[in-house]
């Protein structure tokens, strides 16, 4: 698989194709041919493509959270992707993986509390090291995945933070 990279592309497609996934079969996080697609759920953006996105502390924030429910009754903007199905499964258990690291540690950080033991205070403190930790490698993780925002009224998806193949493949059939 390819590693993310800071200079992702990025490209604009139709909103319908977006919603449909009747887009390029090239994964957009390997670059690779494929057959497979993934459903991604987003919060539903709406901005002219002129205007500057939300700050970066703002942006952070709203990208981690222990508790999500991608079924949840807000706005949001369903699409389909191309994905290889591998690679969706590694990147699904990585951050499942992250996810429970979160939860353990605060497990962990919890029984600090509660214990009074003389090594008490060092277990506090490598939970919270361990939290923190956990915390940044969900967000570097979850930063490198498409970024769908409605522009256009509504008429077409800019796709951040894809593989160049896929951008160059859209380009191709536009």
């Known amino acids: 698989?390819?590693?993310?990279?800071?200079?992702?592309a990025q490209?604009?497609?139709r909103f319908e194709d977006y919603q449909a996934g009747s887009l390029p079969g090239v994964c957009v996080f390997t670059g690779l041919p494929t057959a497979d697609h993934m459903v991604l759920r987003t919060r539903i953006i709406e901005r002219d493509s002129a205007a500057k996105p939300a700050g970066p502390v703002l942006s952070?924030?709203?990208q981690v959270s222990l508790i999500e429910n991608p079924r949840s009754p807000r706005n949001t903007l369903v699409g389909r992707l191309p994905v290889d199905a591998d690679h969706l499964a590694?990147?699904?258990?990585?951050?499942g993986f992250l996810r429970m690291s979160g939860w353990a540690a605060l497990a962990l950080l919890v029984v600090a509390a509660v214990i009074a033991q003389p090594w008490s205070p060092v277990l506090a403190v490598g939970s919270i090291a361990w939290i923190v930790v956990s915390t940044h490698r969900r967000v570097e993780f979850r930063r490198n995945r498409?970024?769908?925002?409605?522009?256009?009224?509504?008429?077409?998806?800019h796709l951040a933070n894809v593989h160049d193949d896929f951008a160059t493949a859209v380009d191709a059939e536009q």
Do not use: D, F, N
């Open 90 to 95: 590694r990147r699904q258990r990585h951050e």
């Open 1 to 8: 698989s390819t590693p993310y990279h800071p200079c992702m």
């Open 146 to 157: 498409p970024t769908p925002t409605l522009i256009g009224a509504g008429s077409r998806v």
């Open 11 to 13: 490209v604009t497609v």
């Open 60 to 62: 952070l924030l709203s």
